[in-house]
């Protein structure tokens, strides 16, 4: 099992950035992945899970409005598209497996190494 | 939203039993994950559902759940058990997955 985040790097307060995350080894189509986060220092925060068929979508209060989980099943690629990003969005960002089933929203099986965001002027 | 409480830091010597507690209202009622946080390294699932762990987690390696508290339980301690712990569960009524801060297991 491989999941690879790339796209992170330095944006600038309001900015823009898309996060993708490649996986290998599992039947991404038959997955439920999420995103969480780590800012610098401190612990785990979950901010996005998207079902295996994209059919629903759910967020942490914070990001609602301005991130967006989205996937490409054809690709085996999961995304996060962040918008009107703020300081405190500034972490490491994970890509995660869930757990298969019943267990896709309530698990997180299989992590990425993660991609860091820095939103600094 | 529901929060769960980790103390902070643990100390234990190696050789012996390290327990990370976790505190929620009414945890008991919920299926509760531990994952383990080396340096620089992504997590790693230790435990789900109070007690079952993933293939090539070793036995030594427990938690239970009751009350309002879970916890997990590292027997005969290593250098290698050394990092941040952190559990988690599903809210349900939020529909949200929610993680406790997080404790640093220090190995002495």
């Known amino acids: 099992v491989q999941l690879v985040e790339s796209g992170g790097g330095v944006v600038q307060p309001g900015g823009s950035l898309r996060l993708s995350c490649a996986t290998s080894g599992i039947t991404f189509s038959r997955s439920g992945m999420h995103w969480v986060r780590q800012a610098p220092g401190k612990g785990l925060e979950w901010v996005a899970f998207?079902?295996?068929?994209?059919?629903?979508?759910y967020y942490v209060d914070s990001v609602k409005g301005r991130f967006t989980i989205s996937r490409d099943n054809s690709k085996n690629t999961l995304y996060l598209q962040m918008n009107s990003l703020r300081g405190e969005d500034t972490a490491v960002y994970y890509c995660?497996?869930?757990?298969?089933?019943?267990?896709?929203?309530?698990?997180?099986?299989?992590w990425g190494q993660g991609a860091l965001v820095t939103v600094s002027s | 939203s529901y929060v769960l409480t980790q103390p902070p830091s643990v100390s234990v010597a190696p050789g012996q039993t390290a327990r990370i507690t976790c505190g929620g209202n009414n945890i008991g009622d919920y299926s509760v994950h531990w994952y383990q946080q080396k340096p620089g390294q992504a997590p790693v699932l230790v435990v789900y559902?109070?007690?079952d762990r993933p293939s090539g987690i070793p036995e030594r390696v427990s938690g239970s759940n009751s009350g309002n508290t879970a916890t997990l339980t590292i027997s005969r301690v290593e250098a290698g058990d050394e990092a941040d712990y952190y559990c988690?569960?599903?809210?349900?009524?939020?529909?949200?997955?929610?993680f406790g801060g997080g404790t640093k297991l220090t190995v002495l």
């Open positions: 995660a497996k869930g757990g298969g089933g019943d267990y896709d929203r309530r698990i997180l099986d299989y």
């Open positions: 998207i079902r295996d068929d994209g059919s629903d979508k």
């Open positions: 988690q569960l599903w809210d349900s009524s939020t529909e949200l997955v929610i």
């Open positions: 559902d109070e007690s």
